[in-house]
């Protein structure tokens, strides 16, 4: 027997009713849709690249707007200035990788992340053939440019470890990503650590002298979503919105790979060639994962080890995790315990 025939009809009224209020509920829970009124305007920092694909997605789709948010996007070098940037209140939210957060939060104990977007394996060591270099062990009583403050930086510190060589067996140089490009090319340094496609670049200008070594070692980095604890708690249902345009974009991508590669190549003013080149190399997810937690107290331990950014001790990173947007956006991707 059907409801409406086991119940009378004042019944059936109010059966009616508390499955409408149901719906309404658990419509409110999820992600946000469909925004009537003025959008919200965010301003969000990135560095443009492959790496922030999603964001891409979500603007060259229409996701941000679905989702009732003005989006505006200032790009910077690498992520440890995008970041930096919400410090000195250029950004409300930015890129960058999970180290890039790690060695701005020191000084600033009020940035958060908000969520994973990417997880990627770029980062190589660009060295000169003809300064003796063509395995691992040749970087010993080499001069080798590095990036301050990005991840790149703690990606050479263990992979000389790894590979038994001391890091005062090297002579390392502090500069830029793209004056770091240009030493290793005309010879000021022998060797550099860069991001793609900086990697191919550098490469490229060198030819036959050229050797690429993966400083990785195997460990992906995060690309992360992040802002402030003060601008998160005065604009929750803004954050909320970002992560539901996210999801969106998320989705597009695994179901138009080509056509979000499209996008991340027009955003990024990279080559279609390059574009599918690199595209493998990461793995697109807006997560809140504990492996995400367990890599930025492996990176902050080395970085106190090391004594940089002033760091003194681990902090607690689950008290720097705003885990409350996603978690109400889309539960199943939280994953920290």
Not at 43 to 64: C, E, Y
Not at 222 to 243: D, M, P, Q
Not at 290 to 315: H, I, Y
Request: with cysteine.
């Amino acid at each position: 027997m059907g409801i409406r025939k086991r119940l009378g009809g004042a019944a059936v009224a109010s059966a009616l009713c508390l499955l409408f209020l149901v719906s309404v509920l658990i419509s409110g829970c999820g992600q946000p849709t469909q925004n009537s009124g003025l959008p919200v305007k965010m301003r969000l920092g990135l560095q443009p690249g492959p790496q922030s694909t999603l964001i891409w997605v979500a603007q060259k789709q229409g996701f941000f707007k679905k989702h009732g948010l003005d989006v505006t996007l200032r790009q910077y070098d690498v992520g440890f200035h995008a970041v930096r940037g919400l410090g000195a209140g250029e950004t409300d939210v930015a890129t960058g990788t999970e180290f890039a957060f790690i060695s701005n939060a020191f000084s600033n104990p009020d940035l958060r992340v908000v969520a994973s977007i990417a997880e990627g394996d770029t980062t190589s060591i660009v060295a000169r053939r003809n300064r003796g270099i063509g395995s691992a062990a040749d970087l010993a009583g080499k001069r080798v440019a590095v990036t301050p403050g990005v991840i790149n930086q703690f990606y050479l510190g263990k992979f000389l470890t790894l590979n038994g060589i001391d890091q005062k067996d090297i002579t390392t140089v502090n500069m830029d990503e793209a004056s770091a490009k240009k030493a290793v090319e005309d010879g000021t340094v022998d060797a550099a650590v860069l991001f793609e496609p900086d990697v191919q670049d550098a490469k490229n200008a060198l030819g036959s002298n050229g050797y690429a070594i993966n400083v990785q070692s195997g460990q992906d980095f995060f690309w992360l979503l992040g802002s402030t604890t003060s601008y998160i708690n005065a604009n929750k249902e803004a954050v909320k919105r970002l992560l539901a345009a996210m999801i969106d974009a998320q989705r597009f991508t695994e179901a138009n790979p080509a056509k979000a590669r499209k996008d991340m190549q027009t955003g990024s003013g990279l080559s279609a060639a390059y574009a599918r080149y690199i595209w493998p190399k990461f793995a697109f997810e807006v997560a809140l994962p504990q492996s995400l937690v367990l890599a930025m107290e492996d990176e902050a331990r080395w970085t106190v080890q090391n004594s940089l950014f002033g760091a003194k001790v681990v902090p607690d990173y689950l008290n720097s995790i705003y885990q409350e947007g996603l978690r109400q956006v889309d539960p199943q991707s939280v994953t920290i315990y």
